[in-house]
């Protein structure tokens, strides 16, 4: 249904209140160390993340629960699977922020989860390459918008860098696999890391 869809898209919106601005992923880290520069060193860390990284493993929790897939059980695989504290505070932070909003607005409530787990629980019912496509849209967005705040990288070449990756989001979010991707993206994570103790900071992660 079409209001399905706008449900969908209101909450993976960046006005909805996930305070997502706040978060880089650990790229700000890469930046700091000149790592990533420019439009195509950013689409290339960003695809990382979504092939092997967050952006796999996510995509997988979110069709596990739209599947029926116990989301205690899923929550704890993405738990296991943060390669350090500030990854986990994200996606632990901003589902909670999800929760909280969407109560607040009227919905059930259904308890504090990692974000994608928290999406997939209210979009039970809608089709599950849809709510994964989009959930890794929205990502990549956040992890765009941090590098426009950060290196000399317009809107119009972010928005390009976007388009670019949309059939990467594509071919993610059309995947059905039983178990959680294997593998990560070692380098975006020990970003995430270093991020820990990078001094001084604009992002929180």
Known sequence: MITDLLR???????????????????????????????????????????????????????????????????ADVIRARAGCAERWTETRDMGAAFEAAATAMGEPERGTHPLPVALALRARGMEAETVAALYLQSLAAQIVSAATRFLPLGQTEA????????????EIAALDALEPPVGGALLAELDAMAHETLQPRIFRT
Do not use: N
């Not at 990533?36 to 689409?43: K, L």
């Not at 928005?159 to 594509?170: G, K, M, T, Y």
């Open 8 to 74: 969908l898209t209101q909450w993976l919106s960046p006005a909805f209140p996930l305070s997502g601005y706040a978060y880089s992923h650990g790229l700000e880290a890469a930046m700091a160390e000149g790592r990533v520069r420019d439009a195509e060193t950013c689409r290339a860390w960003t695809e990382t993340v979504l092939r092997r990284g967050t952006g796999a493993l996510d995509a997988w929790a979110i069709r596990r629960v739209l599947a029926g897939d116990d989301p205690e059980e899923v």
């Open 159 to 170: 928005q390009a860098v976007l388009r670019d990756l949309h059939p990467v989001i594509a």
